[in-house]
């Protein structure tokens, strides 16, 4: 079992920059794969960035360049950093994760996921 709690979402200007942060529970946090995944009011759950056990880590095409994912396996914490904020980024994120090696990109293969953090990006 695996309980997960993100932090570090807030109001922020267009341009502005956020890290968030996914504290998870659990000693085999270091061989799981984690995700960040991201809905907004109205949407779908879409995919942003996700990281496996070694650092290797997949990215939506549409955030390369301004999210990036990182992970401390000694804190048990996964951070996703957010640069060039866009009102458009506006939307409750949410960390995810799941046992195996590689990096799912699709919200039905994690296991386990967090209550969510609010991004709100103002114009």
């Known amino acids: 079992q695996v309980q997960l709690v993100e932090s570090g979402g807030g109001l922020v200007q267009a341009g502005g920059s956020l890290r968030l942060s996914c504290a998870a529970s659990?000693?085999?946090?270091?061989?799981?794969?984690m995700g960040w995944f991201r809905q907004a009011p109205g949407k779908e759950r879409d995919f942003v960035a996700a990281?496996?056990?070694?650092?290797?880590?997949a990215y939506a095409d549409s955030l390369k360049g301004r999210f990036t994912i990182s992970r401390d396996n000694a804190k048990n914490t996964v951070y996703l950093q957010m640069n060039s904020l866009k009102p458009e980024d506006t939307a409750l994120y949410y960390c995810?994760?799941?046992?195996?090696?590689?990096?799912?990109?699709?919200?039905?293969?994690?296991?386990?996921w967090g209550q969510g953090t609010q991004v709100t990006v103002s114009s």
């Open positions: 995810a994760a799941n046992p195996g090696g590689w990096i799912p990109t699709s919200s039905l293969a994690y296991d386990y």
């Open positions: 990281i496996n056990w070694s650092g290797n880590a």
């Open positions: 659990g000693r085999t946090f270091a061989s799981y794969a």
